[in-house]
């Protein structure tokens, strides 16, 4: 377990940087490509641990997938381009790829094991395992298909009316890749406003769909083609510079090239609120989704109340936030966010007690966090109990601590920040 000691305190933060590519984006434009017919070329895909499971999953699901160092190659053939894998399917951390590739395999006639890491194998399958055995999927797993190892033989799916019973882009987007497969017409109904990103590669590699707020619908026997495409920065990466820009002294950072889907700026939202410098400067695109610049100057923050819709366009990102709230003036309330306790870890328990040792005060509840601001950093020993982004929340810490903050299992960012330490420090003066 690498550890790293950081001691930045009273740094500037200033410069101009581009974040590595989308995780979800970068997922799906494998997924995608591996499914349509013909050539996929996918510029600025993220080589984050994640989506190097996701590769490796799909090259053991008998797809060509090469990297041209400009970009990656897909050389789809359609859904039944897919072979039947000699190996079990390791989807590592990754709970994206475990989810939607449920999805893909559920109408696939052919049998496949999935497994991950310690983290995977404590996060809720169910949510997907059971509505893709209603649509006709023969899935075993784990206490019943709740957890990895779990068995899926695929085949022919019937679509359902379905309501999902958590807002969770995840079993949204499985449900879809199922839906794409089955006989007829699926209508699925959203609990809350959860990324997008599926629905629009549907719409970007030529399939159809239609939406009316929170109902999808959904017709069977989709034929896609592969198609060329850009992904934008990771705006859940860039969370982490704009909060070290606000919490430092004379501080200007401008990130460049960001995803700017409104169902993922839930944070921007939020520290306009809390009263931060930030500024977004779209670009004018044809792009299949939203891109643009972000300015962010140091800033004073204001306690603000976090819940309701607002959660799922925030949800990776609450962890970060949580760090910049112990700097606002008075409580800030987080509620509604109970998704957190089956991210990567139980970020309610992680976010809280790692932050805690550092001196802040912050307490746990059932559905979120009260933060009390504003605290003094003292420094100490934390962990990011193998989770990326506590990792990097950890490190950023480091920014406004009085002493060293001493970050164990810093490797676990390369899930999906390879090069996060080089970027920090390049923009640190
Ligand atoms: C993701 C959806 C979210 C998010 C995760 C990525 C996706 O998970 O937290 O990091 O790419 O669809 P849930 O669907 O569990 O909310």
Not at 6 to 33: A, C, Q, W, Y
Not at 79 to 107: F, M, Q, W, Y
Not at 120 to 135: E, G, Q
Request: contains cysteine.
């Amino acid at each position: 377990m690498a550890t790293q000691t950081l001691h930045f305190k009273n740094r500037t933060i200033k410069g101009v940087i581009e974040v590595p590519g989308d995780k979800s984006i970068s997922h799906r434009s494998i997924m995608f490509g591996a499914i349509a017919n013909g050539k996929t070329r996918v510029r600025n895909f993220l080589r984050g641990q994640d989506c190097l499971s996701t590769w490796d999953c799909f090259q053991k699901l008998g797809v060509s997938i090469t990297d041209q160092n400009q970009y990656l190659l897909i050389e789809g053939k359609g859904l039944d381009g897919l072979k039947e894998p000699t190996h079990i399917l390791d989807v590592g951390n990754s709970g994206t790829t475990s989810r939607l590739l449920l999805g893909i395999l559920a109408g696939r006639p052919f049998h496949s094991v999935l497994i991950g890491d310690e983290s995977i194998a404590k996060r809720p399958m169910s949510r997907v395992t059971a509505p893709l055995r209603l649509m006709g999927a023969k899935i075993d797993g784990r206490m019943n298909g709740e957890y990895t190892p779990i068995s899926i033989r695929g085949g022919e799916l019937s679509s359902i009316q379905y309501q999902i019973p958590v807002a969770s882009a995840q079993v949204k987007s499985s449900l879809l890749f199922a839906a794409m497969q089955a006989s007829g017409v699926t209508e699925l109904v959203e609990k809350g406003d959860t990324r997008d990103h599926t629905e629009r590669m549907i719409q970007y590699f030529g399939g159809k769909l239609d939406k009316n707020g929170l109902t999808i619908r959904i017709e069977g026997s989709a034929e896609l083609e592969g198609r060329d495409l850009v992904v934008p920065g990771d705006i859940s990466s860039a969370a982490f510079f704009i909060a070290a820009a606000i919490l430092s002294p004379n501080s200007e950072l401008l990130i460049k090239n960001v995803g700017l889907n409104e169902t993922r700026t839930g944070m921007i939202t939020v520290l306009e609120k809390m009263g931060a410098n930030i500024e977004i400067i779209p670009h004018s695109t044809d792009s299949f989704e939203p891109y643009g610049d972000i300015l962010v100057r140091s800033s004073k923050l204001q306690g603000v109340e976090i819940g309701g819709d607002v959660i799922p366009k925030l949800i990776d990102e609450i962890p970060i936030i949580a760090l910049l709230a112990t700097q606002a003036e008075g409580r800030t309330t987080i509620k509604n966010a109970e998704e957190l306790k089956v991210k990567e870890t139980n970020r309610i328990d992680t976010v809280a007690n790692e932050l805690n040792k550092l001196g802040c005060q912050i307490t746990p509840t059932n559905d979120g966090l009260l933060i009390d601001g504003v605290s003094k950093l003292s420094g100490g020993i934390v962990n990011s109990h193998g989770d990326h982004r506590i990792g990097m929340m950890l490190a950023i810490a480091s920014l406004i601590s009085e002493k060293s903050v001493h970050v164990q299992g810093t490797d676990a960012i390369d899930v999906s920040f390879p090069n996060f330490f080089q970027q920090l420090t390049s923009i640190m003066h």
